[in-house]
């Protein structure tokens, strides 16, 4: 708990630098064996980019520092809630542990909430607000796109090897080759 209340409090601290700066109230770090290994602000106002979200740019920051695009055995302390985005970015990453110290309905008077955006998602596709459609075009050789890539691991290495050796490689900074 002393932990977490520490982390949590570093990341509230880069939230509240951030509005100092005229950014969103939002920040994150993530930390890997009891230790802050990147953080990260909501940029998405000085850079014009969508997806700037704090918890992205921490996690982006941390697979660069790692070396790699797995996350597993890391945690993520937030700010503020996650939104759908960067809790998806997350999962998808390895991050094993979400923490954040504002919820939703903190952020409901503020405008600051993605509450509504995470029962929209839960929906059928045909339901959502934004309009999603499933146009199943392929190439007229009649060769399927994922058995393609499936071919060019296959002839290479397994994938699931590939993607160890790729791994591998980035985690070492100072192999020469
Ligand atoms: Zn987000």
Sequence with gaps: MKNTAR??????????????????????????????????????????????HAEMTAIRAASQALGSPNLQGCAVYASGNPCPMCMAAMRLSGVERVVYAYSNDDGEPYGLSTAAIYADLAKPFDEQLMKIEYVPLRPESGSHLYAEWKAANASNRPAAALGMQVVADRCSPRRQR
């Design 7 to 52: 982390f949590l409090s570093e990341a509230i601290d880069l939230a509240r630098a951030n509005i100092a700066r005229g950014g969103r109230p939002f920040g994150a770090v993530v930390v890997k064996d009891g230790d802050v290994i990147a953080n990260g602000v909501n940029e998405i106002l000085a850079t014009n980019d969508p997806t700037a």
